[in-house]
């Protein structure tokens, strides 16, 4: 009795375990865009939100097919900052020779800066100083007046280089010495030694002279006597001077 106890007992669980044949088992239909998970318990409160929810879709557009026709040209914008100044370019071509012009008007007649004098003495002359200017009497050329006859010296009045040149006739056995002064200051001599005969002696020198300076011949004794010759009657003395550049 206990026996039969024990296998009825052991088949109740099995019997349990097996689904009834006339209850198929439940199925839900699925879409090929819904999750994968399985769905939810039919009695959960979440179940039919689920069910009703639907696919995003989302709208690509091709630009490229969408490309309208050219647009009329816009207005002219403002004009930007001028640029740095480039490199010089090539020379170009000699352009053709122009046709001549009028005459102009007349100018102003130049003003010529010249300055000359020409002087000669006809009287001898023994030094009576150990200074002696020598004084002239004959006037060859003297425009300007720029030489002084009283004194002896010529007068700068127009700055700039000038030739000088002077001319003695020697008288036999006397010393001739004489120097050409530029102001106070010796710049040649001319001398002649004692001698039998008389002969010409000539100097010249170029002097650069300022406004005022002063140019004249200075007879110089020593412990001879110091002579120059003349006879009254023909000029063996001369003196003469000319601007050569004026002062710029």
Request: glycine residues 10%.
């Amino acid at each position: 009795m206990s026996g039969l106890l024990l296998h009825v007992l052991w088949l109740v669980p099995l019997v349990a375990g097996v689904p009834s044949p006339s209850r198929p088992p439940g199925r839900y239909c699925r879409r090929c865009c819904d999750h994968l998970d399985p769905p939810e318990n039919p009695s959960s409160p979440r179940s039919g939100a689920g069910l009703h929810q639907t696919a995003e879709v989302r709208t690509f557009i091709n630009m490229t097919i969408l490309k309208g026709d050219k647009g009329d040209r816009g207005e002219r914008g403002t004009f930007g900052k001028a640029g740095g100044e480039g490199p010089p370019g090539s020379r170009g071509p000699m352009g053709f020779k122009g046709t001549k012009g009028q005459a102009g008007t007349p100018g102003d007649p130049c003003k010529s800066q010249q300055s000359f004098f020409s002087v000669g003495r006809r009287k001898a002359l023994h030094s009576i100083d150990y200074y002696q200017a020598l004084v002239f009497d004959t006037v060859f050329v003297n425009p300007e007046e720029h030489f002084n006859m009283f004194k002896g010296k010529f007068y700068c009045y127009l700055p700039g280089v000038y030739f000088f040149n002077i001319n003695i006739h020697t008288w036999n056995f006397k010393e001739t010495y004489l120097h050409l002064m530029h102001n106070d200051k010796e710049q040649v001599i001319l001398y002649a030694q004692p001698s039998e005969r008389s002969i010409m002696q000539s100097q010249s020198v170029m002097l650069t002279l300022e406004l005022n300076d002063e140019v004249w011949v200075r007879l110089y004794k020593r412990e001879r006597e110091n002579a120059i010759y003349s006879d009254n009657v023909d000029v063996y003395i001369t003196f003469n001077g000319y601007l050569v550049v004026p002062s710029t």
